[in-house]
């Protein structure tokens, strides 16, 4: 099946600074792959996604950029904010006649103020 | 618009006993998934749902858990005997399509705590 690999585990910066959180998979078949945030208590929340026909894409803060042929992809998030303290949760499909998400372990990131 | 909705948030039970988590998706969602979450780590699907019928549940410890999705709609998930290791959260998750097409709406979870 698909394996989703992500890091760093736990990420920690300043308030202001960019965050990267990287992820790699291994289904060359894979064809969506989404980002999820999940705060302490509530259900991860979709907050970024491309599919493989797109390179990168950007929603203000936020971009994520694809490179299918080493199979990698990566969360950038500019000008952190202590809000998006969170765990961050890459994802990618997993094709077998029926599509269905495989997540990675999961990243940590604290933004101090 | 309601989110999903799971029941009960938080559960503690002894191991070997049973347990059941209930689910109501989004009105109209025609997908529905359950998820297991171990502390520190990612979603992992148990059972996916297109309507009433099963779409995947190749990941589901079927000599303990079972779940069912009647009419199409609610959902719960059953877990007899527990074990010290189904301990997690229980994400329940509906996305609107019959297959899989982008975002799944998840529920805050149902927190087990076997003893």
């Known amino acids: 099946g698909e394996n989703v690999e992500q890091h760093p585990s736990t990420l920690s910066v300043q308030e202001g600074d960019s965050a990267v959180i990287k992820c790699t998979y291994s289904d060359s078949a894979s064809n969506y792959f989404p980002w999820y945030k999940q705060e302490l208590g509530k259900g991860p929340q979709l907050i970024i996604d491309?599919?493989?026909?797109?390179g990168e894409k950007k929603d203000q803060r936020i971009a994520v950029t694809l490179n299918k042929t080493a199979k990698h992809f990566s969360l950038h998030i500019t000008e952190t904010q202590p809000e998006d303290s969170a765990v961050y949760f890459c994802a990618a499909t997993f094709n077998s006649g029926y599509s269905t998400l495989t997540f990675g372990k999961g990243t940590m990131l604290l933004v101090s103020p | 618009e309601a989110g999903v909705a799971q029941s009960p948030r938080y559960k503690i039970i002894e191991k070997r006993q049973s347990v059941a988590f209930w689910c109501n998706p989004i009105?109209?969602?025609?997908?529905l998934y359950w998820y297991q979450q171990i502390l520190g780590q990612g979603p992992k699907l148990l059972i996916q749902?297109?309507?009433?019928?099963?779409?995947?549940d190749s990941q589901l410890p079927k000599d303990r858990f079972s779940a069912e999705r009647l009419k199409g709609v609610d959902s719960t998930l059953k877990i007899q005997p527990a074990k010290l290791e189904d301990s997690a959260v229980y994400l329940c998750?509906?996305?609107?399509?019959?297959?899989?097409?982008?975002?799944?709406?998840f529920g805050e979870g149902s927190r087990l705590t076997v003893l």
């Open positions: 491309i599919r493989s026909n797109v």
């Open positions: 009105s109209g969602h025609a997908t």
């Open positions: 998750a509906s996305s609107p399509g019959a297959s899989f097409t982008g975002e799944l709406f």
């Open positions: 749902f297109q309507n009433n019928g099963v779409v995947d």
